[in-house]
């Protein structure tokens, strides 16, 4: 009876054994389907590249995913001289044309609903920001397409950006306004009773401490752009002002039966995603998980 006494009161309060034992179990199983969703995941990735290295009699003899016993850089040089660079760039372009005044406009926007939360006209902006979430890109772009003739636009990298930035504002607003809201307005307070302006207070401090949530949207939203096909099919027209989704799929055409050398410029675009997720993937993952953590 003291054994057991002793073994109890040297347990630790409130530790429940069958209540550990059972969370170890749903960790194992978890941690099982975790590792299942990355072996789905990386299957098609790893064909993609090593398919890439391969010539077309490899791709139609060798078993799809074997290593390839002769591999070639042959598809990636193809791609590159057909014009790649430029449509590359014309990404990048419009990528960064976007993100940065679209995540500009959204934080001065979401710091000024935060500051000015009494404010009806504000209220009524942020309402809509909201309603912009409702509005989907393929109900609008008829509409988008008459505005853009009528600035004369048309077959230009602008009339890609000027879309891409107003459906980027409403969900960086809806971030941001989240975050700067989190921030304790004693220490807006504070800086007020030292002297600092508006502007001041937006640079020194709501900028620093959401830097997180502006990896974030720009990261996501880059995401959307970079990936984007609607608006380059409708609002372009020159094969110079394509991009790169626009061009993966002229490229499908033209090298309909040259399999190895579609999944070359499929892994050339990629690539610049890859990156700047590993740049910045400790901000992402802090922006991400810190409304859960609040």
């Known amino acids: ?62 078993n799809p995913f074997a290593l390839p016993a ?70 609008t772009i008829i509409p988008v397409y008459l505005l853009i003739i009528r600035m004369h636009l048309y077959d230009s990298l602008l009339a890609l950006i000027l879309p891409s930035i107003a459906f980027s504002i409403p969900l960086s607003v809806l971030v941001l306004t989240n975050f700067i809201r989190d921030v304790p307005k004693e220490l807006f307070e504070s800086m007020r009773v030292d002297g600092a302006s508006e502007w001041g207070m937006l640079r020194k401090l709501a900028l620093p401490l959401t830097r997180p949530a502006l990896v974030t949207v720009s990261i996501y939203n880059g995401l959307g752009v970079w990936n984007g096909f609607l608006l380059p099919l409708i609002l372009t027209q020159s094969p110079d002002k394509r991009t790169l989704p626009l061009a993966l799929w002229t490229f499908q055409g033209q090298y309909s039966v040259n399999v190895p050398a579609v999944l070359a410029s499929v892994v050339l675009t990629t690539l610049p995603i890859v990156i700047l997720y590993a740049l910045g993937r400790r901000q992402l993952l802090s922006g991400l998980t810190a409304g859960f953590s609040r």
Do not use: C, H
Request: glycine share 8%; net charge positive; charged share 10%.
């Open 1 to 62: 009876m003291a054994v057991l006494t002793s073994s109890a009161a040297t347990r630790p309060a409130g530790s429940n054994p069958v209540g550990m034992r059972r969370l170890t179990q749903l960790n194992w199983f978890g941690g099982a389907a975790g590792w299942l969703w990355l072996v789905i995941v990386l299957v098609p990735l790893y064909w993609i590249v090593v398919t890439s290295f391969k010539d077309q009699s490899a791709f139609f003899t060798q």
């Open 70 to 139: 002769d591999p070639t850089i042959e598809n990636y040089r193809l791609v590159i001289e057909s014009d790649f660079p430029r449509y590359f760039v014309n990404s990048v372009v419009v990528t960064a044309g976007t993100i940065i005044p679209a995540v500009a406009i959204s934080f001065m926007a979401a710091y000024a609903i935060v500051r000015g939360a009494g404010s009806r006209l504000l209220a009524g902006v942020n309402g809509l920001f909201l309603m912009g979430l409702a509005i989907p890109l393929q109900a």
